[in-house]
């Protein structure tokens, strides 16, 4: 029997933090990304008050300028991946201390890149974990479980013909995710942001922040997630879980397109919570909010503009290892 992942905000051995490593795929965002990852992994050391941060290099010449920029905030390890979405390339860790490592396609073959497949299976033999294989694709963003057994997901990301086939129906994924992760029951979201990349990432949506108490954005004026944050508060709620408001960013757009921003893409650390904001008016109100939450955390804002080009944040980024 598998003992399901801890919930975020359970202590933290660790975390895995991807560091921007390939210079033609960043292109001009590549230096100022890599500055908003080290703010990222500083805020959460929080001068050795936090947990250890393992800043992911691809190569050593990328980790060379991670050592320089990050100095004493993180230690630097070097394993070679695709991009630094290690929330849905690493490894899952359980409850019970073991790796889990599954199939990974490319957020459904929109992104191919050599290493994604591998780092997650690479990293856990650095930490001396056996990493025990799936054959089945999930991403860690797809997915947050509060602890109980309760997990959260989208029919849009988990059941999307692009992952898994056709016939990948939700008592197939829960089943997996039962036998696999140990979760015992399901909160089923319908679709996730606009135009996410990842076709509907819950992490982009709500997030346990307490046993049976989820997140999710209230809509702001013109939002274009209204009707997405409405309907999934309206499914959260049929199935009895408690709901806690947060702020959404709106609208907010690059080169005339709307991006998928969002508050819930933050992290929740041993001494801090890294919350992603975009300059928008609603930023300050949305870290306050999260701060009534977490009041025995430190809770940050921080910008995440540039890393956000990548198509993720600060959680995206990031994989924590759980306490034994």
């Not at 490593?21 to 703010?39: F, G, K, T, Y």
């Not at 805020?43 to 050592?67: N, T, Y």
Request: proline share 6%.
């Amino acid at each position: 029997m598998t003992t399901p992942p801890p919930a975020e905000w359970a202590r933290h051995d660790a975390v895995w933090i991807g560091f921007p490593s390939h210079p033609e795929l960043w292109l001009e965002d590549l230096e100022p990304a890599r500055e908003e990852v080290v703010a990222f992994a500083r805020a959460v050391h929080a001068d050795g008050a936090g947990e250890r941060v393992l800043l992911v290099a691809a190569d050593e010449e990328a980790a060379a300028a991670a050592r320089a920029m990050a100095g004493d905030a993180a230690e630097v390890v070097v394993e070679p991946f695709g991009d630094i979405w290690l929330r849905d390339t690493g490894a899952i860790l359980d409850g019970d201390g073991r790796a889990h490592d599954f199939a990974f396609n490319g957020w459904g073959g929109k992104y191919d890149l050599p290493g994604d497949n591998s780092v997650g299976a690479g990293l856990a033999r650095q930490r001396g974990i056996a990493a025990e294989t799936h054959d089945w694709i999930i991403e860690g963003g797809a997915i947050d479980g509060d602890g109980t057994g309760l997990v959260v997901t989208t029919e849009q990301c988990l059941l999307n013909p692009n992952r898994n086939g056709e016939d990948f129906t939700r008592d197939k994924a829960e089943a997996l995710l039962r036998a696999d992760l140990g979760y015992t029951r399901f909160l089923w979201l319908g679709d996730g942001l606009l135009n996410d990349h990842t076709d509907g990432h819950v992490d982009n949506l709500a997030r346990f922040v307490g046993p049976n108490r989820l997140a999710i954005p209230e809509p702001a004026e013109g939002d274009p997630n209204a009707d997405v944050y409405r309907d999934a508060a309206e499914r959260a709620e049929a199935a009895g879980v408690e709901l806690v408001r947060i702020p959404s960013p709106g609208r907010v757009e690059s080169e005339d397109e709307v991006i998928p921003a969002s508050y819930m893409n933050f992290y929740i650390g041993n001494a801090a919570v890294v919350v992603p904001v975009y300059g928008q008016s609603s930023d300050d109100a949305a870290v306050a909010a999260l701060a009534a939450i977490f009041p025995d955390r430190t809770v940050v804002g921080l910008r995440a503009d540039h890393i956000l080009t990548g198509g993720g944040s600060f959680h995206c980024i990031s994989q924590q290892i759980p306490s034994r």
